[in-house]
């Protein structure tokens, strides 16, 4: 046999035994089908999985593999969040990023709504009426299924634009579970131009119990967490406030997941309600939305409610203290 017959059949055996490749095509261009990246692998190559803590390798623990990690398989109510794979074209998707990110890119059909649009010219949280135009001139209607999702997900901006859509009794709202850049890395659609939906008519059914009034804060009936910086905590509170950093349910830029956000809350007493404040609605919804995940009955407050609330109770020509004085007892929570 000549070298050259010997090369030959060399270079057939190894055709004859190389890996059979599946046909298909993981481009980013087209049109977007939910169907095809519910259940491929966009991009990477690779299971989309969301902020996972452990390898996200597929497979049998039985055959000596690990299984991927399900972050919100981790939440006592992971109901209310969405993992990037389940998004669907069907979701109406809410960027609600207050800077210039939406016009540099956004999740492809995303709506634009900053969540200082929930806000008045003071800071305050708008009128139901003022909030329900806002959506509804949006072309959100409270029977759509919303995903809603910032720039940076630890900002607290998506969490508090889910606390007033819960408020007014949005039938279905989700968070998304991972920011913009994991999107991206996933492979998953996105694209620069501005989507504008058809104005419509917002319809709220306002939960009140979403948001915590002065006489109930006073009442003594629930735990009173204070996520203020420590400093402002130390100069006045609400007596027998808990004070707790909002950067503790936070890990890289993610929530944490269940088992560190369990240990983070295990002071806190799971039968008895909570109540969450500070002067900074992103702040206190990031924390109360961790202790919706987690299963606690949470509603929100606001020191500006509680400060204009005891300097009506002073009588004229004295200084109210707007809390507690600094030298008396507090509670510091979640320093793990």
């Not at 990477?44 to 990690?69: I, R």
């Not at 909002?246 to 295990?266: M, Y």
């Not at 202790?291 to 409610?305: C, K, N, P, V």
Request: glycine residues 10%; proline residues 5%.
């Amino acid at each position: 046999m000549t070298k050259f017959n010997t090369i030959g059949i060399l270079m057939l055996s190894v055709i004859a035994f190389a890996p059979v490749v599946e046909a298909g095509c993981s481009c980013s261009g087209g049109t977007w089908d939910p169907s095809a990246f519910l259940n491929s692998e966009l991009g990477t190559g690779q299971p989309v999985h969301s902020g996972s803590e452990h390898d996200s390798s597929a497979g049998d623990s039985g055959n000596g593999t690990q299984k991927p990690f399900d972050r919100v398989a981790s939440f006592p109510n992971g109901a209310i969040f969405k993992a990037m794979k389940s998004v669907s074209s069907s979701d109406v998707v809410m960027d609600v990023s207050n800077g210039n990110s939406y016009a540099s890119s956004h999740i492809k059909n995303a709506v634009h709504i900053p969540s200082k649009d929930f806000l008045n010219g003071e800071g305050n949280l708008k009128t139901d009426e003022e909030l329900a135009k806002v959506l509804g001139d949006a072309g959100v209607s409270r029977d759509d299924s919303i995903v809603l999702y910032a720039g940076k997900e630890s900002s607290g901006e998506a969490e508090f634009a889910f606390l007033v859509l819960r408020y007014l009794g949005q039938k279905d709202v989700l968070l998304l579970d991972g920011s913009l850049a994991d999107w991206k890395a996933a492979g998953l659609p996105e694209e620069t131009s501005e989507n504008i939906l058809p104005g419509t008519e917002y319809g709220p059914m306002v939960k009140p119990k979403v948001m915590a009034d002065y006489e109930y804060v006073k009442s003594g009936q629930a735990q009173i967490i204070d996520v203020r910086p420590f400093v402002e905590f130390g100069k006045g509170r609400i007596p027998g406030s808990i004070a707790f950093d909002p950067s503790n349910v936070i890990k890289g830029d993610k929530i944490k997941t269940g088992a560190d956000l369990s240990t983070v809350f295990d002071r806190l007493d799971k039968e008895k309600p909570i109540v969450v404040y500070s002067d900074d609605y992103s702040r206190s919804a990031l924390v109360w939305y961790a202790l919706q995940l987690m299963g606690y009955e949470a509603s929100l407050y606001t020191w500006e409610d509680w400060k204009a609330h005891k300097a009506a109770d002073v009588p004229t020509g004295t200084t109210p203290a707007g809390g507690d004085a600094v030298g008396s007892k507090y509670t510091k929570l979640g320093t793990t």
